[in-house]
């Protein structure tokens, strides 16, 4: 069964860096968009940077110039370098996957799906 498993959260003080990933696992044909998105309590889950299968990025105006995307299809993971980071960059920041996967009795699919979450707090 297909799945989206992450790494790298934590605690960072402000102006220091952290690096997400987001690997899929599982039956996997093809990987299209994938992207980084984070909450906070009370609010809605935001986008924070998308790329695309053809490495066409995409960012928050927030988190412009400070965090970098990218992917390596040969692993089926998404990362997310976050240097500079701020106590506002603080959330739980879940990936997103758009997946041509094998899902039981239903044969190949594409759907989105989405990682667990990992918590970011940025505090000094």
């Known amino acids: 069964q297909v799945q989206l498993v992450e790494s790298g959260g934590g605690l960072v003080q402000p102006g220091g860096s952290l690096r997400l990933s987001c690997a899929g696992t599982?039956?996997?044909?093809?990987?299209?968009?994938m992207g980084w998105y984070r909450q906070t309590p009370g609010n809605q889950r935001a986008l924070v940077a998308i790329i695309t299968s053809g490495g066409s990025t995409n960012y928050a105006d927030s988190v412009k110039g400070r965090f970098t995307i990218s992917r390596d299809d040969a692993k089926n993971t998404v990362y997310l370098q976050m240097n500079s980071l701020k106590p506002e960059d603080t959330a739980v920041y879940s990936c997103n996957a758009d997946i041509l996967g094998l899902v039981p009795s239903t044969g190949w699919s594409r759907r989105a799906y989405w990682g667990q979450g990992t918590q970011v707090t940025v505090s000094s």
């Open positions: 599982g039956s996997i044909r093809s990987i299209y968009a």
